[in-house]
């Protein structure tokens, strides 16, 4: 038997990975949200969705065939074997922002949410200074007494802002029923890639933490149909956040409430020192609750005068995933990037179906093997030495008989420095058994050792007794205080 140690070196060689991000767990959140002041338009048409942008991956080149064995492997023709991408480059969807300063300088993330006509005045405001903004739009507000319409809406996506959406209405996510909350995800999405053309991956919640208006129900139905989402925050709580890490499962911002200006400037000037992101809100100009036209002018000015970048929200912060691929949604039929291995006549296939009910999603991973073959596909991801992460998926038994106790399993190993197995650190889901015809879902928290800041995520279908299926679908990992999303 081949040393685990020289397989994984002969294996990985020389590669290179990036160490991008130090995980940031979100801060709490809590609300400066307020109502739209008139009525939804009703009977809005609604485009179809264009196809998101591909997740990026920042893998390099590897022999998909090259089996890595971890933890005990039985003799020649016995069942046991963990088997894993070579590559620890393959980890994640951006983690690290689009956008760097050379300086180390940070930025300022500007927002405005819900479709007032003051919008149009910012993106004025900003294109005179070469700024970027991020707008929030609900398509059901539109084209009201003093509202945006679809052509504001398209002078700024062409003049480089980005455009998120707000939900459909301005609904309490946590008051209306998960289909009715479904549509109110997906609807402004489909609306606005249909209009602009291009890809909508920020969602901002109508109602944030503090006015009840998200919990882990709402977050969960909101993973997988948008790269990050946006929380609110109390008028004197300073949303700073990193600009290097990976983007919090929920991203606070600081309400620009018309009170507070002078610590909204303090933030920008804190940008101007640390590589940190400001991250601030607000709905309207000159109105209550909210800044006034001198008063932004001042902060834009002063970002300006300071050389601190205003950078829309996808810029800002990456996507809040780290493994890519987590819906096997992607083009193509080899659940790229993640990395299969089979042995004899097993098969992987990604299968157009639908998934667990409320989830998001039209295809899922399909891997078989006759008896004594194996399936298992696998990713590499960037982690941090001593944190606690979960990992989780939905899966179920298509097919199978007579299986071992562990045929079908979800897995997590570390790497150690030199990109070799750390013995004795692999973790185990509960096993997916056939009498599991339904979905389910499977998890296993995991401590990362002091000596990795690499661990490879496995599903794997491994030697059933009498061969077998399953399905694999909505995969998460992330620290262990951000909640599961699986």
């Avoid at 400066?32 to 009525?39: M, Q, R, V």
């Avoid at 620009?256 to 590589?275: F, K, W």
């Amino acid at each position: 038997m081949l040393s685990i140690f020289s397989t994984l070196r002969s294996a990985i060689g020389a590669e290179a990975h990036s160490p991008d991000a130090l995980v940031e767990p979100a801060g709490p959140a809590s609300g400066c949200s307020s109502a739209p002041t008139s009525k939804p338009q009703s009977g809005q048409t609604l485009g179809t969705p264009v196809a998101s942008a591909r997740e990026r991956d920042a893998g390099a080149s590897v022999n998909r065939r090259t089996l890595l064995r971890v933890g005990s492997v039985a003799a020649a023709g016995a069942g046991g074997l963990s088997l894993f991408s070579s590559s620890p480059a393959q980890a994640v969807t951006p983690a690290s922002p689009a956008s760097r300063s050379s300086s180390g300088r940070g930025a300022v993330m500007l927002s405005m949410d819900d479709g007032y006509l003051a919008m149009d005045v910012v993106r004025k405001l900003l294109d005179a200074r070469g700024q970027k903004g991020t707008f929030f739009i609900t398509p059901g507000l539109l084209n009201g007494s003093s509202k945006i319409n679809e052509t504001h809406i398209l002078a700024m996506v062409a003049n480089g802002h980005e455009v998120g959406a707000h939900s459909q209405t301005h609904a309490n996510m946590t008051a209306i029923a998960q289909p009715q909350r479904i549509i109110e995800l997906e609807q402004p999405k489909s609306y606005l890639e249909n209009l602009t053309g291009t890809a909508v991956t920020s969602f901002a919640y109508p109602f944030g933490t503090a006015s009840g208006g998200r919990n882990l129900t709402t977050d969960l139905d909101l993973y997988l149909r948008y790269d990050r989402a946006f929380d609110t925050a109390q008028y004197n709580q300073t949303a700073l956040h990193s600009r290097y890490a990976q983007a919090p499962t929920l991203i606070r911002r600081t309400c620009i409430d018309g009170t507070n200006h002078q610590q909204c400037l303090s933030m920008i000037r804190e940008a101007s020192v640390r590589p940190v992101v400001a991250s601030f809100f607000f709905h309207n100009l000159d109105t209550s609750i909210n800044p006034s036209i001198a008063q932004l002018t001042e902060m834009l000015d002063l970002a300006q005068s300071l050389g601190v970048e205003l950078i829309t929200a996808s810029d800002a912060f990456g996507s809040h995933r780290m493994v890519a691929n987590a819906g096997f949604e992607n083009s193509g039929t080899d659940a790229y990037p993640w990395r299969w291995f089979k042995s004899g006549s097993a098969q992987l296939e990604i299968v157009t179906e639908n998934p667990q009910m409320g989830l998001p999603g039209q295809r899922s991973l399909h891997l078989s093997a006759p008896v004594s073959t194996y399936s298992t596909v696998a990713q590499a991801v960037e982690v941090t030495p001593g944190t606690t992460y979960t990992y989780s998926f939905r899966a179920r038994a298509v097919s199978g008989s007579t299986w071992g106790a562990k045929s079908s399993y979800g897995n997590v190993v570390a790497l150690d420095y030199g990109q070799a197995t750390i013995a004795g650190s692999e973790v185990r889901t509960g096993s997916i058994m056939a009498e599991n015809v339904a979905w389910a879902k499977y998890s296993v928290d995991f401590t990362v050792p002091a000596t990795s800041t690499t661990v490879l995520l496995g599903l794997v279908l491994d030697w059933p007794a009498a061969g077998g299926r399953v399905a694999f679908d909505h995969v998460w990992f992330a620290p262990k205080a951000m909640a599961d999303l699986g």
